[in-house]
């Protein structure tokens, strides 16, 4: 059965770092894009970042220049690099992929932005 297991998240101060992980036991990984996505409470979920299977990725504006998301393949895994967090990316962050009309999601990890 087809899981997304989400990783790294925590508490960290504004201008800190951290990298999440998310581990796929999906067979055919390598075929699908990937994205990373992000929830506040009240508010709907928001796309961050996603990663197609040949690497190119896109990010929100807001995210722009401070996150990278990246794959690896033989892992099975998908990275997204935070770099200059800010109160505002504090959030329950999601890892999500599709496989023909099913979503799968994980369970979340929450990344906490404060001084």
């Known amino acids: 059965q087809e899981q997304l297991m989400e990783s790294g998240g925590g508490l960290v101060q504004p201008g800190g770092s951290l990298r999440l992980s998310c581990a796929a036991s999906v067979s055919i990984f390598s075929f699908l894009a990937v994205d990373w996505n992000r929830q506040v409470p009240g508010k709907e979920r928001e796309l961050v970042a996603s990663?197609?299977?040949?690497?190119?990725?896109n990010y929100l504006n807001s995210v722009k220049g401070r996150f990278t998301i990246s794959r690896d393949n033989g892992k099975k895994s998908v990275y997204l690099q935070m770099n200059s967090l800010k109160p505002e990316d504090t959030a329950v962050y999601f890892c999500h992929l599709l496989i023909g009309t099913k979503d799968y999601w994980g369970q979340g990890t929450q990344v906490t932005v404060s001084s």
């Open positions: 990663i197609a299977p040949s690497g190119i990725s």
